[in-house]
Protein backbone atom coordinates (compact mmCIF):
# COMPACT_ATOMS: atom_id res chain seq x y z
CA UNK A 1 0.00 0.00 0.00
CA UNK A 2 1.47 3.47 -1.00
CA UNK A 3 1.55 5.90 1.80
CA UNK A 4 3.15 9.20 1.21
CA UNK A 5 3.58 11.53 3.63
CA UNK A 6 4.22 15.35 3.61
CA UNK A 7 5.44 17.66 5.71
CA UNK A 8 7.00 20.93 6.69
CA UNK A 9 4.62 23.60 5.21
CA UNK A 10 3.51 26.56 6.89
CA UNK A 11 3.04 30.74 7.04
CA UNK A 12 5.88 32.19 5.36
CA UNK A 13 5.91 36.37 4.00
CA UNK A 14 6.97 36.91 0.45
CA UNK A 15 10.44 36.15 -0.23
CA UNK A 16 10.75 33.88 2.77
CA UNK A 17 11.93 30.12 2.46
CA UNK A 18 10.52 26.60 3.47
CA UNK A 19 11.66 23.06 2.90
CA UNK A 20 8.97 20.45 2.82
CA UNK A 21 9.55 16.71 3.48
CA UNK A 22 7.88 13.69 2.21
CA UNK A 23 8.23 10.32 3.60
CA UNK A 24 7.20 7.25 1.07
CA UNK A 25 6.29 3.51 1.57
CA UNK A 26 4.77 0.97 0.32
CA UNK A 27 6.80 0.38 -3.52
CA UNK A 28 10.35 0.84 -4.41
CA UNK A 29 11.44 4.62 -3.57
CA UNK A 30 14.66 3.97 -5.04
CA UNK A 31 14.04 3.54 -8.45
CA UNK A 32 10.48 5.90 -8.54
CA UNK A 33 10.46 8.93 -10.42
CA UNK A 34 8.72 11.71 -8.08
CA UNK A 35 7.00 15.26 -8.42
CA UNK A 36 6.23 17.72 -6.03
CA UNK A 37 2.65 18.77 -7.40
CA UNK A 38 0.84 21.32 -6.04
CA UNK A 39 -2.99 22.81 -5.85
CA UNK A 40 -4.17 26.10 -5.37
CA UNK A 41 -7.88 26.52 -4.00
CA UNK A 42 -10.30 26.10 -6.99
CA UNK A 43 -7.04 26.00 -9.37
CA UNK A 44 -6.21 22.46 -11.42
CA UNK A 45 -2.97 20.31 -10.11
CA UNK A 46 0.38 21.83 -11.27
CA UNK A 47 3.65 19.84 -10.78
CA UNK A 48 6.19 22.14 -9.72
CA UNK A 49 9.40 19.69 -10.30
CA UNK A 50 10.51 16.20 -10.98
CA UNK A 51 13.58 14.11 -9.88
CA UNK A 52 14.78 10.64 -10.96
CA UNK A 53 15.56 7.87 -8.90
CA UNK A 54 19.11 8.60 -8.00
CA UNK A 55 18.64 12.28 -8.40
CA UNK A 56 20.50 12.79 -11.14
CA UNK A 57 17.80 14.59 -13.60
CA UNK A 58 15.89 17.01 -12.32
CA UNK A 59 13.02 19.13 -13.99
CA UNK A 60 10.78 22.15 -13.18
CA UNK A 61 8.50 24.61 -14.63
CA UNK A 62 9.04 28.10 -15.51
CA UNK A 63 7.09 29.15 -12.30
CA UNK A 64 9.53 28.17 -10.18
CA UNK A 65 12.53 27.40 -12.03
CA UNK A 66 16.00 29.19 -10.08
CA UNK A 67 13.69 28.90 -6.90
CA UNK A 68 13.13 25.86 -6.17
CA UNK A 69 15.13 22.29 -5.74
CA UNK A 70 14.13 18.87 -5.27
CA UNK A 71 15.98 16.08 -3.82
CA UNK A 72 16.15 12.71 -2.29
CA UNK A 73 17.52 10.90 0.86
CA UNK A 74 16.80 6.94 -0.71
CA UNK A 75 18.45 5.54 2.46
CA UNK A 76 15.84 7.25 4.51
CA UNK A 77 12.71 6.73 1.33
CA UNK A 78 11.93 10.93 1.80
CA UNK A 79 11.47 13.46 -0.87
CA UNK A 80 12.61 16.87 -0.24
CA UNK A 81 11.42 20.78 -1.79
CA UNK A 82 13.49 23.62 -0.56
CA UNK A 83 11.90 26.54 -1.37
CA UNK A 84 13.57 29.73 -1.73
CA UNK A 85 12.33 33.72 -2.58
CA UNK A 86 8.29 32.35 -2.25
CA UNK A 87 5.31 34.45 -3.85
CA UNK A 88 1.60 35.43 -2.94
CA UNK A 89 1.05 32.79 -5.81
CA UNK A 90 3.04 29.76 -4.57
CA UNK A 91 0.07 29.51 -1.85
CA UNK A 92 -1.46 25.89 -2.58
CA UNK A 93 -1.23 22.41 -0.88
CA UNK A 94 1.73 20.71 -1.58
CA UNK A 95 1.67 16.74 -2.27
CA UNK A 96 4.77 14.09 -3.25
CA UNK A 97 3.44 12.10 -5.77
CA UNK A 98 4.37 9.50 -8.76
CA UNK A 99 3.12 11.49 -11.13
CA UNK A 100 1.88 14.82 -12.15
CA UNK A 101 -1.47 14.81 -11.09
CA UNK A 102 -0.99 13.32 -8.09
CA UNK A 103 -3.03 10.22 -8.13
CA UNK A 104 -1.88 8.69 -5.22
CA UNK A 105 -1.32 11.34 -2.71
CA UNK A 106 -0.93 11.86 1.46
CA UNK A 107 -2.62 14.42 3.03
CA UNK A 108 -0.80 17.26 1.54
CA UNK A 109 1.28 19.87 3.57
CA UNK A 110 -0.56 23.81 3.17
CA UNK A 111 2.29 26.74 2.24
CA UNK A 112 0.41 30.18 2.39
CA UNK A 113 2.83 32.93 0.98
CA UNK A 114 1.66 36.08 2.64
CA UNK A 115 2.49 39.41 4.86
Known amino acids: QVQLVESGGGLVQPGGSLRLSCVAS????????MYWVRQAPGKDFEWVSI????????NYPESVKGRFTISRDNARNTLFLQMETLKPEDTALYYC????????RGPGTQVTVSS
Open 97 to 104: ARDPRATE
Open 51 to 58: INGDGTFT
Open 26 to 33: GFRFSTSW
